[in-house]
């Protein structure tokens, strides 16, 4: 069944000639269950039946449905894969740095994939949440079981049960196929995110730049020990992940593919956690304006598919789900001087945590100095870049003179957006990067702090936020490594260090 899956998925990222061998082979996975997920929740709605063999033909007949288009317009062009000239290996990437960082990645790898293979699920959310859920799943064939439409199980296990149900439909797989434990979902998962990790930074960085930041991501404690545990947030981060690098590939190069793997991504991610909407609206930020400034609509439009799994859960979740909890958000605005700043206090402190995300918010931090300042001093004759220098020193007066308040932290944003975008230096990272993680504090501003239930040891913000940041992490890191400057150093010392000339 899983290696149906990966074809599934590869089948469906080869309808687009955009993508390398090594890409589609690198998301085929993420890809491929995300759209067995849906096939799931059709079987489900439809003949109101999930079983191994219905999931078996419906991922098979697709395959072959994909397979089948993919040859038709190979067809019609004339240049059908047999009939194409063969490229010649080129090893003038390879370095090395690369064979040094590419083993480490892959032992870190290794071992917790390892881990999360053979240890039984321990994780409370997990054992409340989606491993319950994906075992009723298997054992009564349908997502409206017993679990879900039960007031009774559904009030005492909270809101770990009322996530979208991608990853519970996917860990059933394991289920289904006869397994002890969804461990091997969630390995499939990791092994997959190091790969895409290293193929999608390669559209911006050489070989060494791309294997140093794809084993500094995965070495990101929290997430590198989640990647053993059965939870929903590395699956959501890995979707985000590419949801994001995806749609920067696609405004910068121009691949048309990339803008469908990206809504593709999003869509999935919203499917596996709501939370991932924030990317959606940053993006749908960036589409408006192509609209408003080159009109063009088309981009726009089609990105809106990305609230389609959101309504589908929720619809769901009415019909089928009793549900008696209070809410725990605040539904008005309202400001509260003293929240805020525990609120922000709180999150730098997760941050800034070495045992949940060592120094990657510092990297990301001397990322976004370095972009403001390089950009600024390189390119200083211009008559905006001396604006934003004295933009520049007054937020460091500001910054002195008030500390790390949201009207400071607005600021640096905004500067370090405008930098990027009068330099172009990847603005629109900037944007999304700022928008989601904004939204997503202030979300927890939002909430109720009842009996604790926000500050306290174990509340929203100590488990919530700090894995919620596995969205934020890598793309921190990703925005130093894709500057322009970064990118540019990283290629002169592979020029320097390859091992094989290229021919």
Not at 154 to 170: K, Q
Not at 245 to 262: A, D, N, P, T
Request: with cysteine.
């Amino acid at each position: 069944m899983f290696i149906l899956i990966f074809f599934l998925g590869f089948s469906l990222l080869s309808l687009f000639r955009d993508f390398k061998i090594t890409e589609k082979f690198a998301l085929a996975m993420p890809i491929g269950f995300g759209l067995t997920s849906f096939l799931m929740y059709f079987l489900d709605r439809t003949i109101h039946s999930i079983t191994a063999t219905g999931i078996d033909l419906s991922v098979s007949l697709s395959i072959i449905a994909l397979s089948g288009i993919r040859y038709y317009l190979d067809w019609k062009a004339n240049d059908l894969p047999w009939k194409r000239p063969r490229q010649k290996i080129d090893l003038s990437w390879l370095t090395l740095v690369w064979v040094v960082f590419a083993g480490m990645t892959a032992y870190l790898v290794y071992g917790i994939s390892v881990k999360g293979l053979y240890w039984p699920t321990h994780d409370f959310d997990a054992i409340l949440g989606y491993d319950l859920l994906s075992k009723a799943i298997a054992h009564e064939h349908t997502l409206a079981n017993s679990v879900l439409t039960s007031p009774e199980i559904v009030n005492s296990c909270g809101p770990r049960l009322l996530y979208p149900p991608l990853f519970a439909l996917s860990n059933s797989l394991a289920y289904f196929n006869g397994l002890e434990t969804p461990g091997l979902v969630t390995t499939l998962f990791f092994i997959s995110w190091a790969f895409i990790i290293y193929a999608l930074l390669r559209r911006f960085v050489s070989s060494s730049g791309a294997i140093i930041f794809t084993f500094l991501t995965i070495m990101i404690p929290e997430m590198f020990y989640r990647a053993s545990v059965c939870g929903t947030n590395l699956p959501c981060a890995i979707y985000t992940s590419i949801a994001v690098m995806s749609f920067v590939i696609w405004y910068e190069q121009k691949k048309e593919g990339f803008f469908y793997l990206s809504l593709l991504a999003v869509i999935f991610g919203i499917w596996t956690r709501s939370e991932s909407i924030l990317f959606a609206g940053g993006i749908i930020i960036i589409l408006l304006y192509i609209a408003v400034r080159e009109k063009r609509y088309k981009y726009l439009l089609i990105y809106f598919a990305c609230i389609i799994p959101l309504l589908l859960w929720n619809l769901f979740l009415k019909a089928y789900v009793p549900r008696d909890q209070t809410g725990i958000f605040i539904l008005k605005p309202f400001y509260d001087a003293s929240k805020l700043k525990q609120v922000l206090t709180a999150a730098w402190d997760i941050m800034s945590t070495k045992n949940y995300y060592g120094i990657t918010f510092y990297i990301t931090i001397a990322g976004f100095f370095l972009i403001l300042i390089a950009n600024i001093a390189t390119g200083i004759a211009k008559k905006e870049n001396k604006i934003l220098a004295g933009g520049s020193v007054l937020w460091v007066l500001v910054y002195f003179a008030v500390g790390a308040n949201l009207f400071s932290l607005v600021l640096f944003a905004l500067l370090v957006i405008a930098v990027a975008y009068v330099n172009g230096d990847k603005w629109e990272f900037m944007l999304i990067f700022f928008f989601a993680l904004a939204a997503y504090t202030m979300t927890f501003y939002q909430m109720k702090d009842e009996q604790g239930a926000l500050f306290g040891p174990g509340g929203w913000l100590q488990s919530g936020y700090k894995r919620g940041l596995f969205n934020y992490a890598p793309l921190g890191l990703f925005i130093l490594v894709t500057s322009k400057w970064v990118s540019w150093a990283f290629g002169k010392l592979d020029a320097q260090l390859e091992l094989f000339k290229k021919k």
